[in-house]
């Protein structure tokens, strides 16, 4: 994991939305195939990090540079095309009310016109069957439960197959069952696809679970992994900034005072 | 930490009374967002401009946003045009008569449907109805994040959302104008010759004859400014919506609001320069 080369790299970013300060000095690092959790309270800024990861926001200070393109300075234009390659899951999902899930789903596929509407539809059906919401291609969104929904921005970000997927707070709002259950897409994404992916949370149980266990692509089924997953680090913002930044072992050893304030919520 | 005598002598001398101090930068700071404003709906409208011409081009977004805007606003663009018309011949009617010249009422009725009020309803009626449509949907889209999933998903939502709707705004605005006039002169004929008892070719015929080149041009450039201006004010006003539903119910007030009184301004502003340039 250490020699993979780094997808995601954020290097001393401020940024201040406003009048109010949200990120000082942030640092980090994902590298290919890491999943990294950022934890904090609401409002930590965990949100605008992945903002500025996939550049619908901009930093006042710093550089971010994404799949090696630095999406801190690049022109619209550029990012338009580098979006391509990641995939973003918003926090209220976000679909477009106007059109069915089929149509969400191939967003992306329908306007670049490179792919015939056969072709298109299969990876829609493909993308839906991932998330387990194959009956549900004619519906729009408004019909489909916050779950649903969830997972059809989890299909729509899946469609282009990108190398990179950021989470905002996939499983806020939901009941458990349907949380386990996109937690086990988010699994499957990084043990079977091997996506690189920032997950924003400030549930403990879905860092936990993204640490504990693995995805058996032999049988299909989620286990506990042997140990602590070494695809999944995690890093805790408090008060602007980066208090943690390691993996599971280390959180938990973790003599921060707010990182231990934090766990025992 | 200031004694109570260090902080009276700093109060009295040194700093400005507070009231007022909040006064001089509550105004500087109302300015200041004034002035961002004015920047972004220029930064917005320019980009809506130079889009019309980049690919890829949203034709089926800009058919529906005409339907939507065309046919929707029909029936109330045909009953103000028909209705004005009628209202103008009943006025003028009056007036004309107290100097015999009863028989021009054609005239007058065509000149200033034609020149003022056929745009300008036309302007007003497509901005009450589309600019609060198009500047609650755009805000709806705002603050559910869909225009960020949007770009997020590699569209230009200015491309995608702005330039069909400014399209659709220029080319409807202008067709309902011309549909407005033509109900009006109707509405205006169908007053004189059933309530004022005049000759029906003789309406027309000085209907016709009243009408030239720079009537035309004035009436015709009209409604592609007002389009312009509807358009634009309602995007901009639902792309900077912000604060949940309370925040969209704002934007769409002061689109409708905003879109009128500039409408209103520009005919004045616009009728000055083209009389100027053409004559009266």
């Known amino acids: ?265 | 930490m200031l004694d109570s005598g260090q902080e009276e002598t700093d109060l009295a001398t040194a700093a400005p009374p507070r009231g007022e101090e909040e006064i001089q930068w509550g105004f500087i700071g109302w300015l200041k967002g004034q002035l961002e404003g004015l920047q972004a709906y220029s930064l917005l409208t320019g980009r809506t401009f130079r889009n019309v011409l980049a690919r890829p081009f949203y034709g089926g977004d800009t058919m529906l946003q005409m339907d939507s805007l065309g046919v929707g606003s029909l029936p109330i663009v045909l009953m103000t045009g028909f209705f004005t018309g009628a209202v103008m011949a009943l006025q003028l009617s009056a007036t004309l008569a107290q100097y015999g010249q009863i028989q021009r009422t054609g005239q007058l009725v065509a000149l200033s449907i034609v020149r003022e009020l056929g745009p300008v309803l036309t302007g007003l009626m497509v901005a009450a109805r589309n600019a609060a449509g198009m500047a609650s949907e755009l805000g709806s889209m705002v603050v559910t994040e869909q225009v960020d999933a949007m770009r997020a998903l590699g569209t230009d939502p200015i491309k995608k959302l702005a330039t069909p709707r400014l399209l659709a705004t220029i080319s409807m605005t202008f067709s309902l104008t011309i549909i407005a006039d033509l109900c009006g002169l109707i509405g205006g004929y169908l007053y004189a010759i059933l309530a004022l008892r005049l000759d029906g070719r003789q309406y027309w015929y000085t209907a016709m004859q009243a009408l030239g080149a720079t009537d035309m041009a004035q009436g015709l450039l009209k409604p592609v400014v007002f389009g312009i201006i509807i358009a634009t004010v309602a995007c901009y006003f639902g792309m900077s919506a912000r604060g949940g539903t309370r925040g969209v119910g704002r934007a769409t007030t002061q689109a409708v609001v905003s879109a009128s009184v500039l409408i209103i301004l520009t005919d004045f502003l616009l009728s000055r320069v083209l009389i100027g340039f053409f004559g009266a």
């Open chain 1, 1 to 265: 994991m250490a020699d993979a080369p780094i997808e995601i790299e954020f290097d001393n970013v401020s940024i201040t939305l406003g009048a109010t300060p949200v990120l000082r000095g942030l640092s980090l690092r994902v590298r290919r195939g890491e999943t990294k959790v950022l934890l904090g309270e609401s409002g930590a800024g965990k949100s605008v990090a992945l903002k500025l990861a996939i550049g619908l926001l901009r930093p006042d200070q710093g550089r971010v540079i994404v799949l090696g393109e630095p999406v801190s300075t690049m022109p619209e234009a550029a990012l338009y095309r580098l979006r391509r390659r990641i995939g973003i899951v918003f926090q209220e999902s976000a679909l477009f009310d106007s059109l069915t899930v089929r149509d969400n789903v191939a967003y992306r596929l329908d306007e670049e016109h490179a792919m015939d509407l056969e072709a298109i539809d299969a990876r829609v059906r493909a993308c839906l069957a991932a998330v387990e919401l194959e009956e549900v291609m004619d519906k729009f969104p408004a019909e489909l439960s916050g779950g649903m929904q969830r997972r059809v921005a989890i299909a729509r970000a899946l469609a282009t197959e990108p190398e990179i997927m950021l989470f905002d707070s996939p499983t806020g709002g939901l009941d458990p069952i349907t949380a386990t259950n996109i937690m086990e897409q988010i699994i499957r994404l990084r043990d079977v696809n091997h996506v690189t992916s920032l997950l924003v949370t400030h549930r403990l149980q879905d860092a936990a679970m993204l640490a504990a266990y693995r995805w058996d692509a032999e049988h299909n089924a989620l286990r506990p992994a042997d140990g602590m997953s070494a695809h999944t680090s995690f890093l805790v913002l408090h008060d602007q900034h980066a208090v943690f930044d390691g993996s599971a072992a280390e959180l938990h050893a973790s003599t921060q005072p707010y990182v231990q304030h934090f766990l025992q919520i």
